[in-house]
Each structure stands twice: as C-alpha cells, then as structure tokens.
C-alpha cells in the first residue's frame, strides 16, 4: 500500500476535521465521503460523496478504513456494517452507548480480523502523556485522592430542536457526548472505578436535554485511593475548565485549563518538572469549543498501524471500558433524575 484509501461517515463538526487531517496527511488519500445531509457543501472536497453506507459500498471503491462520525447512536452498527463489507474503522467518540453493542463492535472485529481504533485524543496532550508516565513509574507513590472537574457551557445554541444532541436515546448523556474525554483520562491512568455515587441534576437544560446537564460522582479506584468527578454544561457563558487534581503519598499534582491542557500545579518529592512542549488548542467549533484539536495524531496512527509500524494507541477495548465505566455510572441515574 504506499497510500491507505479513507472515506468519512458523518461531515458535521468533527467529520470535516477528519477529512481535513486526512487531506494533509501525505501518507493518506481521501476516496469518498458520506453524508446523509446533502445540504451540506462538501464540493470543495473533490471526492465522490455518497448519501448513504449502502450506496457508498455499492459503488465497490477500494477504500482501506472509514473514519465514524456520525451521532453517538449510529457508530456501532456502522462500524459493523463497515467491517463487513471489508473495512478497518476509526470510530468517534463514545465507541458506542452500551456495552452490549461495544461488545458485538469487538466480536465482529475479530472474526473478521479487523481493526477498531477508539479517538480519544486527549491522550495526545503533552501533560496526559506526562500525568501517565509519573503515575505509571511510580514517582507520584501511593495515590490518595484525585478531583476531575469539568465545567462547560453547552447553550441553546448548542441543542438544536431537531439535532441529536440531548436526545436521550441517540446521544446517551452528557458524560457519553462532553466529558467521555475525561473518563478515559480517569481510566487510561488511574484504572478502573468501583463503589460509585452518584447525584444528577438538570438545572437549567429543561427545554433542550432529555438527561442530566450536571453530575457529582464518587467512587474508590480498584487500585486505591478515592476520586470524584463533578461536571456540568451549566457555566454561564463559556467553558470554565477541564481539571484534574492528584494528592499523592509523594505530592500533589494539578492539571487545568479549558481542557486539561496545562499543568497548574506540580509538587513532588526529589522531582523536577521537565519543560513538556505546548498542547494543541480546543477543536474551535464556532460558538463553543471542545476538546483538544489532536486529530491528527489518530489518523496518523491509523496509517502507521496499517503500514505495520506502531500498534492502536486507542484500541477497542479502551473505547468498551469508558463506556462501561459510563454505562455503571448512568445506571444510577435511573432514579435520581432529575430536578
Ligand atoms: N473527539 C472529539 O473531540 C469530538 C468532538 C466533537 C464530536 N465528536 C463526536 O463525533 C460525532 C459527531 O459529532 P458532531 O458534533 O460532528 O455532530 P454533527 O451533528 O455536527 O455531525 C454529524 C453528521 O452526521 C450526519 N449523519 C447522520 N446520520 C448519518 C448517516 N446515517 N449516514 C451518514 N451521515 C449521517 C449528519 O447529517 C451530520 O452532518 C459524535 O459521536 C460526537 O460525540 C467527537
């Protein structure tokens, strides 16, 4: 292969910024895009665009890999369809919204020996990369407590009437469509979460969302120490933060900023911070912002997997375990909504 064939599924917000990583991508040749919308001005992409998956496989393109991009609800029986009709797949996050079609997304991975990669891009933000390695060697000890704080504005502006989003049954909730991110930081680090609390509120999404706009969750993390993670859409006007705090048998660490993109704090025994290089900015969608703009990285992953070079940073299994984490988390929400 000197060049790995792409299609896209889905050119809203993200879907395009595939396609754009794709195009700059040297190693990378964009073949088709999908898109149900044909409102959609996707000319300047100079590929054949497709209505729907089944006209796009029709068509018997030799595409490589299909990068999923559609609402929360579509992606896996997308990626199933896609593998079946013989393609790798790069699915957005949240992989899926329950375990039980994660599962059946793995399952038709291995009988038909394809590939999933999960787009978690946070992972490529120089303090993540950092967080992990001083808790992965150790240097941070015994972790005691750690605070995940996520407070952004998602607005009417954000919830369209007719959109998927903060629909229940297609967008699953706020921890699935915001802060998914930051429960694989939790995971990716820290481990898996057990004895979980949990309180939900929606406090001014009545009109828009069918869930909760705001959590306080507590829970013990398998390896020890405790945790919470308090979130919320409601901060007036724009986002507020993306934090992680980490008090530690050997010091106390902070990350911060709009999207955990700075270190704010660092304080560790016999330890001296290296100078790590600049985060990338948010994904800039016009009226809000999301999270880091790290899409590059997983489309090049993708490709270098391909080539046989590197392995999935995010495979499979990570995207299934977030959403379990999710899925135990919001199974709490059955009888607590909603104020
Ligand atoms: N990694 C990130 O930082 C990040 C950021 C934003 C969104 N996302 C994820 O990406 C996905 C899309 O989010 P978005 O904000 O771009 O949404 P969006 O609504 O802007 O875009 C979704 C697009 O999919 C199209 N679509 C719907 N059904 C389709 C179908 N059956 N076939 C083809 N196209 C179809 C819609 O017409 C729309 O253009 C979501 O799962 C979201 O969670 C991830």
């Known amino acids: 292969m000197s060049k790995i064939k792409f299609a896209v599924v889905g050119l809203g917000h993200i879907g395009k910024r595939h396609a754009d990583m794709i195009i700059q991508n040297n190693d990378a040749e964009l073949i088709a895009l999908i898109e149900t919308n044909t409102e959609i001005n996707l000319q300047n992409y100079q590929v054949p665009v497709f209505d729907s998956l089944a006209s796009f496989f029709k068509a018997n393109l030799a595409a490589n890999i299909i990068c999923i991009a ?25 992989m899926g919204l329950s375990v039980n079609e994660c599962n059946d997304v793995i399952e038709t991975s291995q009988q038909l020996n394809k590939k999933v990669f999960c787009v978690m891009q946070n992972r490529y933000s120089p303090p993540s990369i950092w967080l992990k390695e001083i808790v ?11 605070q995940i704080n996520c407070f952004w504005n998602r607005d009417k502006k954000y919830y369209k009437p007719n ?30 979460i057990t004895h979980i609390n949990a309180k939900f509120n929606n406090f001014n999404h009545q009109q828009s969302i069918e869930f909760e706009d705001s959590g306080f969750i507590h829970f013990d993390l398998v390896n020890g120490g405790s945790g919470s993670l308090n979130y919320s859409t409601s901060a007036f006007n724009k986002n507020i933060e ?10 106390s660490v902070k990350i911060g900023g709009q999207y955990m993109e700075k270190v704010l704090h660092c304080e560790i025994k016999d330890y001296q911070m290296p100078e790590l290089a600049a985060t990338n900015p ?7 912002k999301g999270s880091a703009a790290n899409h590059e990285y997983v489309i090049n992953n993708a490709i270098q997997t391909l080539f046989g070079n590197e392995n999935i940073k ?26």
């Open 314 to 339: 995010t495979p499979a299994l990570e995207g299934f375990k977030v959403v379990e984490i999710i899925e135990r988390i919001y199974e709490l929400r059955v009888n607590e909504l909603v104020s």
């Open 282 to 288: 948010p994904n800039d969608y016009g009226t809000y």
């Open 70 to 94: 559609t609402p929360n609800y579509l992606h896996c029986e997308q990626a199933i369809q896609c593998m079946q009709n013989g393609l790798d797949v790069i699915i957005e996050k949240p």
């Open 242 to 251: 993306s934090s992680i705090t980490i008090l530690a048998e050997n010091g």
């Open 163 to 192: 959109g998927w989003k903060g629909k229940l049954a297609q967008d699953g909730g706020t921890l699935f469509t915001q802060f998914s991110h930051f429960v694989d930081t939790l995971y990716w680090i820290f481990g898996d």
């Open 136 to 146: 992965s060697s150790n240097i941070l000890g015994k972790i005691f407590h750690i």
